[in-house]
């Protein structure tokens, strides 16, 4: 008989699942976070279907010449990889340089993915971001909402779906990568609120939470950092919109701001020093450093939202059509065309949520920021009203008065979807009508804004001469090259030479901002040398210039001024017979190579 001392339990085995098995779980559980970021995806994909399979080939149709620029700086950025890198760039508008700090370059998207631009060319990153921007801002925003607002995942899909794919974000999606690329704005809303929630002492018998407190304000300024570096003029948008819906909210929710405001103060002023302390040089590099201008390019008075845009369709919508065209500066300015039966429903929504503090505030936010977006002087149809604005009163000030107004209108856009997710997630949790009636409306809504994909043409096939190499025969290593006509704000296309062989050589002037105008004000490009513009009206007229030695010695002293390797005309340049037989009265016979001829110095 065996003792009880040494009797042993024989416990059954648990079998542990698989690796297998725990993905599939794990897949089960966030079935609907993936589900979401898959649709968010798809329909990105959609909206930009035209430029894929092949992005070298294809443009957008409604604004190539910003594609163009954006694929510059792209190509440009890409050479931080290779240890060939400076916010004064010497491979655009050589000897003077650009800038890179003054224009609205995405320096932390392109250092980012230069390994996809060194291996397959600009056009393809720009086609990458371009899509990619849309359905990060979606997903980020789908995550805020189901994570810090605790949204059923349907009411924070149709939100973010508002903040990702909004007919401003569409909008902007023709060139501007600095103004899509939104994934950073939730995480920098989700410190914020970090922030507060930490500095709230309600429930805590030690006060707040001064730890949590530190690692929100740290987060909070890497993150700000990093939004500078990506799109400084949406880090510009996010801090208003964020100082409006906070002070707002304060007034709406008054016995938590006397509670939190003293440790959540302290939290925003570490992070605003600890993010200018590192950017100050940036700031100042951008503002008074070489080649810098010291405000915006652009008039507030032009740039300016049309009351009447915010009731009509925009043109880039299903529903919309191009007349309404004119009630905007272009097609990548449609910021505000919401539609009046969207801007009915957020109102309905907002009115149902009734007092709720923080549907309150981005009801106040928005309408502060949809005022702002009409600019000095309000406009009806198209038409003056004489009537001012609030954004008058900020004419004049430094660096706000660069921004353009129209785009305070892309604000709207995250506190509306942030009232709809609030809307459909309380209807969900109830019964009655309600809970059918919010979610369907907001679905109509929605609807009557969706997005059609963006218009793209093929692109004009870049010569031979760059695509295949040759024109290192004539460019010493980092050297210029001039293209013949030279590339200008209006005609940037001699850029894309530039961009084919990532940045490798440098160009004279081209499209960019600089301190050209009157009294070193901003201009778009600089001067023409009398050389340049002499080639521009030949490519422009194909009329014969007279070349004497007065034009020749100009020309001499025009290539050594650029510092010039190599002039080129590629045959595909317009009136190209003229030109060769200008260039050639100016510096003699060329030499033939591929598709170009070309002239050494």
């Known amino acids: 008989m065996t003792s009880p001392a040494l009797a042993v339990r024989h416990v059954p085995a648990v079998a542990r699942p698989s690796r297998a098995g725990r993905l599939l779980a794990t897949v089960a559980r966030h079935r609907a976070d993936l589900l979401a970021g898959l649709l968010f995806a798809l329909l990105a994909g959609v909206l930009t279907h035209g430029l894929w399979p092949a992005p070298e080939q294809r443009v957008l149709a409604l604004n190539p010449a910003d594609q163009t620029l954006y694929e510059w700086f792209l190509a440009a950025d890409s050479r931080a990889l290779l ?35 060194l291996a397959f060319g600009a056009p393809v ?22 994570r810090v607002l605790r949204a059923h995942p349907f009411a924070a899909g149709l939100g973010a779906a508002l903040c990702g794919f909004g007919p401003g974000m569409v909008s902007q999606s023709n060139g501007h990568l600095h103004m899509t690329a939104q994934w950073l704005v ?27 407190v530190a690692t929100s304000a740290l987060g909070l300024a890497v993150a700000a950092i990093a939004q500078f570096f990506t799109g400084e003029e949406m880090l510009f948008l996010t801090a208003v919109t964020l100082l409006l819906t906070a002070v707002a909210y304060g007034l709406a929710d008054r016995t938590l701001s006397r509670r939190a405001l003293p440790a959540f103060g302290v939290g925003l002023a570490a992070a605003a020093g600890l993010t200018g302390f590192v950017l100050w040089y940036p700031l100042w590099y951008q503002f008074a450093g070489p080649q810098a201008v010291s405000d915006g390019v652009f008039d507030p008075r032009h740039y300016a939202a049309d009351l009447t ?10 529903l919309g059509g191009d007349a309404a065209s004119r009630l905007t500066t272009g097609p990548a300015e449609f910021n505000t065309f919401l539609g009046w039966p969207l801007l009915l429903v957020i109102a309905a929504c907002a009115a149902w949520l009734g007092r709720r503090p923080l549907a309150v505030a981005c009801m106040a936010a928005g309408l502060a920021m949809g005022v702002l977006s009409l600019g000095p002087e309000v406009l009806v149809s198209g038409a003056r009203t004489g009537l001012s604005a609030p954004y008058a ?18 604000a709207v856009l995250p506190l509306a979807g942030t009232v709809l997710t609030l809307a459909v997630d309380r209807a969900l949790s109830q019964r009655g009508r309600a809970r059918w009636l919010v979610p369907l409306a907001v679905g109509v809504g929605l609807l009557s804004v969706f997005p059609a994909p963006l218009p793209t043409t093929p692109r004009p096939a870049l010569p031979e001469f760059v695509t295949a190499g040759h024109w290192r025969q004539c460019v010493r290593p980092g050297g210029v090259l001039v293209p013949v006509p030279t590339a200008t704000p209006a005609n940037p296309w001699p850029m894309r030479w530039a961009t084919a062989a990532n940045a490798a050589f440098g160009m004279p002037e081209g499209f960019f901002i600089g301190p050209y105008g009157n009294d070193g004000a901003p201009s778009f ?16 007229r194909g009329v014969p210039p007279t070349i004497g030695d007065k034009q020749r010695r100009q020309a001499a002293r025009d290539v050594s001024f650029w510092g010039a390797s190599c002039v080129a005309l590629t045959d595909d340049a317009p009136h190209a017979e003229t030109l ?6 100016l510096f003699g016979p ?7 001829w070309t002239w050494r110095f």
Do not use: H
Request: proline share 6%.
């Open 186 to 212: 939730p995480v920098i809303v989700w410190l914020v609120v970090r922030l507060l929630r930490a500095a709230d002492p309600k429930g805590r018998t030690g006060g707040p939470n001064r730890r949590r």
């Open 525 to 540: 490009g600089t001067y023409q040398r009398p050389t340049s513009a002499l080639l521009a009206d030949v490519a422009k």
């Open 309 to 318: 845009s915010w009731t009509t369709f925009s043109p880039l919508t299903v």
């Open 590 to 596: 060329g030499t033939r190579v591929t598709d170009a």
């Open 125 to 146: 990153t720009f086609a990458l971001l371009l899509a990619g921007n849309l359905a990060g801002t979606a997903i980020a925003w789908y995550l805020l909402f189901t």
């Open 83 to 117: 240890g060939d890198f400076s916010l004064l760039t010497d491979r655009l508008n050589a000897p003077d340089g650009v800038n890179l700090l003054t224009n609205t370059t995405v320096i932390a998207l392109g250092v980012l993915l230069a390994p996809v631009t």
């Open 393 to 410: 009163l900020l004419v004049g000030l430094p660096v706000v008065d660069g921004a353009l107004p129209t785009r305070f209108g892309l």
């Open 580 to 585: 060769r037989q200008t260039l050639e009265a």
